[in-house]
Protein backbone atom coordinates (compact mmCIF):
# COMPACT_ATOMS: atom_id res chain seq x y z
CA UNK A 1 0.00 0.00 0.00
CA UNK A 2 1.55 2.82 -1.43
CA UNK A 3 0.82 6.08 1.25
CA UNK A 4 3.89 7.37 1.32
CA UNK A 5 5.32 6.41 4.54
CA UNK A 6 3.68 5.27 7.70
CA UNK A 7 5.51 7.73 9.87
CA UNK A 8 4.50 10.43 7.03
CA UNK A 9 0.68 9.40 7.92
CA UNK A 10 1.27 8.92 11.31
CA UNK A 11 2.68 12.79 11.17
CA UNK A 12 -0.46 13.57 9.08
CA UNK A 13 -2.91 12.29 11.93
CA UNK A 14 -1.11 14.46 15.12
CA UNK A 15 -1.68 17.38 12.39
CA UNK A 16 -5.01 16.74 11.67
CA UNK A 17 -6.10 16.22 15.34
CA UNK A 18 -4.45 19.40 16.07
CA UNK A 19 -6.03 21.67 13.35
CA UNK A 20 -9.50 20.47 14.85
CA UNK A 21 -8.59 21.02 18.42
CA UNK A 22 -7.68 24.73 16.92
CA UNK A 23 -11.27 24.82 14.93
CA UNK A 24 -12.92 23.51 17.49
CA UNK A 25 -14.15 20.19 15.51
CA UNK A 26 -13.66 18.06 18.38
CA UNK A 27 -14.52 14.41 17.37
CA UNK A 28 -17.64 14.09 19.27
CA UNK A 29 -19.28 16.44 15.83
CA UNK A 30 -18.15 13.73 13.78
CA UNK A 31 -20.00 9.95 14.47
CA UNK A 32 -17.92 7.26 14.34
CA UNK A 33 -18.35 3.72 13.90
CA UNK A 34 -19.83 3.42 17.51
CA UNK A 35 -23.36 3.65 18.55
CA UNK A 36 -26.15 4.64 15.65
CA UNK A 37 -24.84 5.16 13.08
CA UNK A 38 -24.97 8.52 10.92
CA UNK A 39 -26.46 8.27 7.45
CA UNK A 40 -26.37 10.81 4.61
CA UNK A 41 -27.89 11.22 1.24
CA UNK A 42 -26.72 13.25 -1.87
CA UNK A 43 -29.96 15.53 -3.37
CA UNK A 44 -29.43 16.80 -6.55
CA UNK A 45 -30.34 20.31 -7.68
CA UNK A 46 -33.75 20.25 -8.15
CA UNK A 47 -36.11 24.09 -8.06
CA UNK A 48 -39.03 22.33 -8.86
CA UNK A 49 -40.74 21.30 -5.12
CA UNK A 50 -42.38 23.72 -2.93
CA UNK A 51 -40.94 24.65 0.53
CA UNK A 52 -43.87 22.78 1.92
CA UNK A 53 -42.90 20.04 -0.03
CA UNK A 54 -39.53 20.21 0.81
CA UNK A 55 -40.28 20.24 4.47
CA UNK A 56 -42.59 16.69 3.89
CA UNK A 57 -39.42 15.63 2.40
CA UNK A 58 -37.09 16.60 4.73
CA UNK A 59 -39.50 15.12 7.36
CA UNK A 60 -39.38 11.47 5.89
CA UNK A 61 -35.74 11.68 5.51
CA UNK A 62 -35.12 11.72 9.03
CA UNK A 63 -37.78 9.55 10.30
CA UNK A 64 -36.29 7.24 7.59
CA UNK A 65 -32.71 7.69 9.56
CA UNK A 66 -31.37 10.17 7.51
CA UNK A 67 -28.80 12.22 9.74
CA UNK A 68 -27.15 14.75 6.77
CA UNK A 69 -28.15 15.73 3.59
CA UNK A 70 -25.68 17.04 0.14
CA UNK A 71 -27.47 19.47 -2.08
CA UNK A 72 -25.82 20.54 -4.89
CA UNK A 73 -25.46 24.53 -4.79
CA UNK A 74 -22.59 24.06 -7.71
CA UNK A 75 -22.71 22.01 -10.81
CA UNK A 76 -19.53 24.16 -12.24
CA UNK A 77 -22.43 26.04 -14.57
CA UNK A 78 -24.25 27.95 -12.10
CA UNK A 79 -24.16 28.34 -8.49
CA UNK A 80 -27.43 27.70 -6.23
CA UNK A 81 -26.93 29.96 -3.50
CA UNK A 82 -26.56 33.72 -3.53
CA UNK A 83 -22.32 33.76 -4.73
CA UNK A 84 -21.01 37.41 -5.49
CA UNK A 85 -18.93 35.69 -8.38
CA UNK A 86 -20.72 32.47 -10.22
CA UNK A 87 -23.30 32.65 -12.67
CA UNK A 88 -26.84 32.07 -10.08
CA UNK A 89 -29.59 29.71 -10.96
CA UNK A 90 -31.45 30.47 -8.12
CA UNK A 91 -31.14 30.77 -4.08
CA UNK A 92 -31.67 27.17 -3.48
CA UNK A 93 -29.73 26.47 -0.62
CA UNK A 94 -30.92 29.31 1.27
CA UNK A 95 -34.51 28.12 0.98
CA UNK A 96 -34.05 24.37 1.92
CA UNK A 97 -31.46 24.98 4.28
CA UNK A 98 -33.33 25.99 7.39
CA UNK A 99 -35.98 23.56 6.66
CA UNK A 100 -33.78 20.60 6.95
CA UNK A 101 -32.31 22.34 10.26
CA UNK A 102 -35.37 22.42 11.28
CA UNK A 103 -35.53 18.72 11.19
CA UNK A 104 -32.05 18.18 12.82
CA UNK A 105 -30.48 17.48 9.71
CA UNK A 106 -27.13 18.63 9.12
CA UNK A 107 -26.64 20.09 5.68
CA UNK A 108 -23.26 20.10 4.17
CA UNK A 109 -23.42 22.27 0.62
CA UNK A 110 -22.09 19.53 -2.53
CA UNK A 111 -19.95 21.78 -4.84
CA UNK A 112 -17.74 20.56 -8.04
CA UNK A 113 -14.25 21.51 -7.92
CA UNK A 114 -12.25 20.91 -10.66
CA UNK A 115 -14.55 20.74 -13.88
CA UNK A 116 -15.35 24.32 -14.70
CA UNK A 117 -18.47 25.38 -17.43
CA UNK A 118 -19.06 29.00 -16.72
CA UNK A 119 -18.53 30.57 -20.24
CA UNK A 120 -16.97 33.29 -19.24
CA UNK A 121 -13.87 31.16 -17.84
CA UNK A 122 -13.76 28.87 -20.82
CA UNK A 123 -12.84 31.77 -23.35
CA UNK A 124 -11.31 34.34 -20.78
CA UNK A 125 -8.70 31.65 -19.10
CA UNK A 126 -8.37 28.59 -21.18
CA UNK A 127 -4.82 28.57 -19.55
CA UNK A 128 -6.60 27.28 -16.71
CA UNK A 129 -7.58 23.93 -18.09
CA UNK A 130 -6.19 20.90 -18.26
CA UNK A 131 -4.18 19.17 -21.10
CA UNK A 132 -3.76 15.63 -21.83
CA UNK A 133 -0.94 13.52 -23.20
CA UNK A 134 -1.59 14.53 -26.94
CA UNK A 135 -1.49 18.49 -25.76
CA UNK A 136 -5.39 18.57 -25.85
CA UNK A 137 -7.04 20.98 -23.67
CA UNK A 138 -9.92 19.97 -21.53
CA UNK A 139 -11.39 23.60 -22.19
CA UNK A 140 -11.70 22.73 -26.09
CA UNK A 141 -11.30 18.65 -26.39
CA UNK A 142 -12.93 17.33 -23.12
CA UNK A 143 -12.55 13.95 -22.36
CA UNK A 144 -15.95 11.50 -22.77
CA UNK A 145 -18.38 13.98 -22.46
CA UNK A 146 -18.88 17.43 -22.80
CA UNK A 147 -18.93 18.34 -19.08
CA UNK A 148 -15.53 17.23 -18.49
CA UNK A 149 -13.32 20.34 -18.82
CA UNK A 150 -11.18 19.89 -15.78
CA UNK A 151 -9.31 22.40 -14.50
CA UNK A 152 -5.25 22.02 -13.43
CA UNK A 153 -4.70 22.23 -9.91
CA UNK A 154 -1.06 23.85 -10.40
CA UNK A 155 -2.30 26.95 -11.54
CA UNK A 156 -2.27 29.59 -8.35
CA UNK A 157 -5.56 31.40 -10.22
CA UNK A 158 -7.71 27.51 -10.41
CA UNK A 159 -6.56 27.10 -6.68
CA UNK A 160 -7.74 30.49 -5.83
CA UNK A 161 -10.82 29.98 -7.73
CA UNK A 162 -12.12 26.55 -6.25
CA UNK A 163 -10.71 28.24 -2.98
CA UNK A 164 -13.10 31.45 -3.34
CA UNK A 165 -15.98 29.01 -3.66
CA UNK A 166 -15.10 27.03 0.11
CA UNK A 167 -15.24 30.65 1.30
CA UNK A 168 -18.27 32.14 0.46
CA UNK A 169 -20.00 28.52 1.36
CA UNK A 170 -17.70 28.52 4.99
CA UNK A 171 -19.74 31.89 5.44
CA UNK A 172 -22.87 30.06 5.58
CA UNK A 173 -23.71 30.45 9.41
CA UNK A 174 -25.99 27.37 9.52
CA UNK A 175 -24.40 25.43 6.98
CA UNK A 176 -22.67 22.56 8.70
CA UNK A 177 -20.02 21.75 6.17
CA UNK A 178 -18.78 21.73 2.54
CA UNK A 179 -18.77 18.50 0.87
CA UNK A 180 -16.32 18.46 -2.74
CA UNK A 181 -16.98 16.33 -5.63
CA UNK A 182 -15.09 15.93 -9.02
CA UNK A 183 -11.74 16.89 -6.26
CA UNK A 184 -9.64 15.28 -9.03
CA UNK A 185 -8.25 14.78 -12.32
CA UNK A 186 -10.27 12.97 -15.29
CA UNK A 187 -10.24 9.52 -15.23
CA UNK A 188 -7.62 7.84 -16.67
CA UNK A 189 -9.57 4.54 -16.96
CA UNK A 190 -12.98 4.46 -16.96
CA UNK A 191 -14.99 1.84 -14.59
CA UNK A 192 -15.11 -1.32 -16.30
CA UNK A 193 -18.84 -1.37 -16.60
CA UNK A 194 -18.92 2.13 -17.80
CA UNK A 195 -16.26 2.07 -21.10
CA UNK A 196 -18.54 0.04 -23.39
CA UNK A 197 -21.01 3.03 -23.21
CA UNK A 198 -17.94 5.81 -24.96
CA UNK A 199 -16.77 2.22 -27.26
CA UNK A 200 -13.79 2.14 -25.93
CA UNK A 201 -11.34 -0.86 -24.57
CA UNK A 202 -8.80 1.11 -21.83
CA UNK A 203 -6.64 -2.25 -20.72
CA UNK A 204 -3.98 0.15 -19.88
CA UNK A 205 -3.76 4.58 -19.64
CA UNK A 206 -3.50 6.08 -22.97
CA UNK A 207 -2.54 9.53 -23.49
CA UNK A 208 -5.43 11.25 -24.50
CA UNK A 209 -7.27 10.42 -21.39
CA UNK A 210 -3.51 11.27 -19.14
CA UNK A 211 -3.87 14.78 -17.66
CA UNK A 212 -2.07 16.74 -16.89
CA UNK A 213 0.47 17.82 -19.27
CA UNK A 214 0.45 21.65 -19.26
CA UNK A 215 3.52 23.95 -19.56
CA UNK A 216 2.84 24.94 -15.93
CA UNK A 217 2.52 20.74 -14.62
CA UNK A 218 5.55 20.07 -17.11
CA UNK A 219 7.57 22.83 -15.98
CA UNK A 220 7.46 22.34 -12.49
CA UNK A 221 7.88 18.54 -12.58
CA UNK A 222 11.10 19.29 -14.64
CA UNK A 223 12.52 21.95 -12.35
CA UNK A 224 12.06 19.27 -9.49
CA UNK A 225 12.70 15.86 -11.11
CA UNK A 226 15.18 16.62 -13.81
CA UNK A 227 12.86 15.58 -16.90
CA UNK A 228 9.85 16.70 -19.19
CA UNK A 229 7.43 14.10 -19.19
CA UNK A 230 6.26 14.98 -22.20
CA UNK A 231 9.75 13.14 -23.41
CA UNK A 232 9.42 9.91 -21.14
CA UNK A 233 9.31 6.91 -23.40
CA UNK A 234 6.22 5.82 -21.32
CA UNK A 235 5.40 8.56 -18.84
CA UNK A 236 2.40 6.73 -17.13
CA UNK A 237 4.54 4.26 -15.66
CA UNK A 238 6.54 6.40 -14.30
CA UNK A 239 6.25 6.24 -10.14
CA UNK A 240 7.34 10.33 -10.02
CA UNK A 241 5.08 12.04 -12.35
CA UNK A 242 2.13 9.85 -10.79
CA UNK A 243 3.22 11.01 -7.85
CA UNK A 244 3.53 14.83 -8.61
CA UNK A 245 0.00 14.55 -9.78
CA UNK A 246 -1.15 12.99 -6.55
CA UNK A 247 0.60 15.84 -5.13
CA UNK A 248 -1.34 18.80 -7.14
CA UNK A 249 -4.68 17.58 -5.87
CA UNK A 250 -3.68 17.19 -2.27
CA UNK A 251 -2.37 20.16 -1.78
CA UNK A 252 -5.36 21.72 -2.89
CA UNK A 253 -7.39 20.15 -0.57
CA UNK A 254 -5.16 20.46 2.58
CA UNK A 255 -3.42 23.57 1.94
CA UNK A 256 -6.35 25.78 0.60
CA UNK A 257 -9.44 24.37 1.21
CA UNK A 258 -9.75 22.25 4.14
CA UNK A 259 -8.48 25.14 6.40
CA UNK A 260 -10.79 27.49 4.94
CA UNK A 261 -13.10 25.40 5.95
CA UNK A 262 -11.56 24.93 9.47
CA UNK A 263 -11.55 28.29 10.15
CA UNK A 264 -15.07 28.70 9.86
CA UNK A 265 -15.70 25.95 11.73
CA UNK A 266 -16.95 24.54 9.21
CA UNK A 267 -16.71 20.58 8.51
CA UNK A 268 -15.23 19.50 4.89
CA UNK A 269 -16.02 15.91 3.19
CA UNK A 270 -15.36 15.02 -0.12
CA UNK A 271 -16.88 12.27 -2.28
CA UNK A 272 -13.80 10.04 -3.51
CA UNK A 273 -13.13 7.24 -5.69
CA UNK A 274 -12.54 3.27 -4.47
CA UNK A 275 -10.27 2.91 -7.87
CA UNK A 276 -7.93 6.43 -6.58
CA UNK A 277 -5.55 5.83 -8.30
CA UNK A 278 -7.30 6.38 -11.77
CA UNK A 279 -8.56 9.68 -11.11
CA UNK A 280 -4.83 11.37 -8.94
CA UNK A 281 -7.07 11.22 -6.09
CA UNK A 282 -4.72 9.83 -3.08
CA UNK A 283 -7.80 10.62 -0.63
CA UNK A 284 -6.21 8.52 2.17
CA UNK A 285 -3.62 11.58 3.07
CA UNK A 286 -6.40 14.19 2.76
CA UNK A 287 -6.90 16.35 5.86
CA UNK A 288 -10.47 15.85 5.80
CA UNK A 289 -13.49 15.23 8.29
CA UNK A 290 -14.94 12.52 6.48
CA UNK A 291 -14.76 10.63 3.45
CA UNK A 292 -17.61 9.70 1.15
CA UNK A 293 -16.00 6.91 -1.57
CA UNK A 294 -19.07 5.93 -4.33
CA UNK A 295 -19.24 2.44 -3.98
CA UNK A 296 -21.30 1.82 -7.30
CA UNK A 297 -20.77 -1.93 -7.68
CA UNK A 298 -22.43 -2.01 -10.14
CA UNK A 299 -20.13 0.28 -12.68
CA UNK A 300 -16.85 -1.78 -11.54
CA UNK A 301 -18.63 -5.13 -12.55
CA UNK A 302 -19.28 -6.20 -8.91
CA UNK A 303 -21.82 -7.80 -6.46
CA UNK A 304 -22.58 -6.12 -2.97
CA UNK A 305 -20.19 -8.25 -0.88
CA UNK A 306 -17.59 -5.95 -2.99
CA UNK A 307 -18.77 -3.28 -0.97
CA UNK A 308 -17.80 -4.52 2.20
CA UNK A 309 -14.26 -5.38 1.12
CA UNK A 310 -13.61 -1.49 -0.42
CA UNK A 311 -15.31 0.00 3.15
CA UNK A 312 -13.19 -2.72 4.75
CA UNK A 313 -9.92 -1.40 2.61
CA UNK A 314 -10.90 2.36 2.75
CA UNK A 315 -11.45 2.13 6.83
CA UNK A 316 -7.88 0.39 6.63
CA UNK A 317 -6.33 3.03 5.03
CA UNK A 318 -7.56 6.03 6.81
CA UNK A 319 -5.52 4.44 9.94
CA UNK A 320 -8.86 4.98 11.99
CA UNK A 321 -8.66 9.40 11.52
CA UNK A 322 -11.71 9.88 10.18
CA UNK A 323 -15.40 8.47 9.61
CA UNK A 324 -15.75 6.78 6.00
CA UNK A 325 -19.28 6.79 5.02
CA UNK A 326 -20.50 4.27 2.16
CA UNK A 327 -21.58 5.57 -0.97
CA UNK A 328 -24.37 3.46 -2.60
CA UNK A 329 -25.96 4.11 -6.04
CA UNK A 330 -29.40 3.38 -5.78
CA UNK A 331 -30.46 2.93 -9.26
CA UNK A 332 -28.67 -0.46 -8.54
CA UNK A 333 -30.38 -1.81 -5.92
CA UNK A 334 -34.18 -2.54 -4.97
CA UNK A 335 -35.19 -2.46 -1.72
CA UNK A 336 -34.16 -5.73 -0.37
CA UNK A 337 -30.33 -5.27 -1.91
CA UNK A 338 -30.25 -1.56 -0.40
CA UNK A 339 -30.81 -3.25 3.10
CA UNK A 340 -27.56 -5.85 2.25
CA UNK A 341 -25.70 -2.70 0.58
CA UNK A 342 -26.04 -0.88 4.19
CA UNK A 343 -24.88 -4.08 6.22
CA UNK A 344 -22.29 -5.05 4.03
CA UNK A 345 -20.81 -1.10 4.45
CA UNK A 346 -21.27 -1.75 8.44
CA UNK A 347 -19.83 -4.76 7.98
CA UNK A 348 -16.81 -3.62 6.43
CA UNK A 349 -16.28 -0.72 8.92
CA UNK A 350 -18.36 2.49 7.65
CA UNK A 351 -19.65 4.63 10.25
CA UNK A 352 -22.88 5.24 7.69
CA UNK A 353 -23.83 5.58 4.56
CA UNK A 354 -25.03 7.93 1.63
CA UNK A 355 -27.57 6.97 -0.89
CA UNK A 356 -27.06 8.61 -4.45
CA UNK A 357 -29.31 9.76 -4.64
CA UNK A 358 -32.65 11.11 -2.55
CA UNK A 359 -35.03 11.83 -5.33
CA UNK A 360 -34.18 7.44 -6.72
CA UNK A 361 -35.46 6.72 -3.35
CA UNK A 362 -38.94 5.03 -3.84
CA UNK A 363 -41.97 4.67 -1.25
CA UNK A 364 -40.47 0.74 -0.65
CA UNK A 365 -36.67 2.16 -0.41
CA UNK A 366 -37.44 4.04 2.56
CA UNK A 367 -39.50 1.90 4.14
CA UNK A 368 -36.79 -0.45 3.47
CA UNK A 369 -34.39 1.61 4.44
CA UNK A 370 -36.22 3.02 7.65
CA UNK A 371 -36.62 -0.40 9.19
CA UNK A 372 -32.99 -0.66 9.00
CA UNK A 373 -32.89 1.50 11.73
CA UNK A 374 -35.47 0.26 14.34
CA UNK A 375 -33.02 -2.70 14.86
Not at 266 to 277: D, G, L, R
Amino acid sequence: MDRRTFMRMSGMTALSMATRRECGLTLDKIQRNIGKPKHWAWITTDLKPSLDEWKQKFSRMRRAGIQAILPEIYNSRKSYYASRRLPNGGQWLEQILPLAKAEGIEVHAWMWSMPCNVSEIVEKHPDWFAVNGLGESAATKPAYVNYYKFMCPSHPEVREFVRTTVSELAQMEALTGIHLDYIRYPDVILAEALQPKYRIVQDKEYPQYDYCYCERCREEFKKKNGTDPLKMNDPSANEEWRNFRYERITRLVNEDLVPVAHQAKKQITAAVFPNWENVRQQWPVWKLDAVLPMLYHRYYQKDIPWIQEQVSKGVKSLSNRIPLYSGLFVPSLNPDELAQAVEASMKGGASGVSLFNAGSMTDAHWKRFGRLQQR
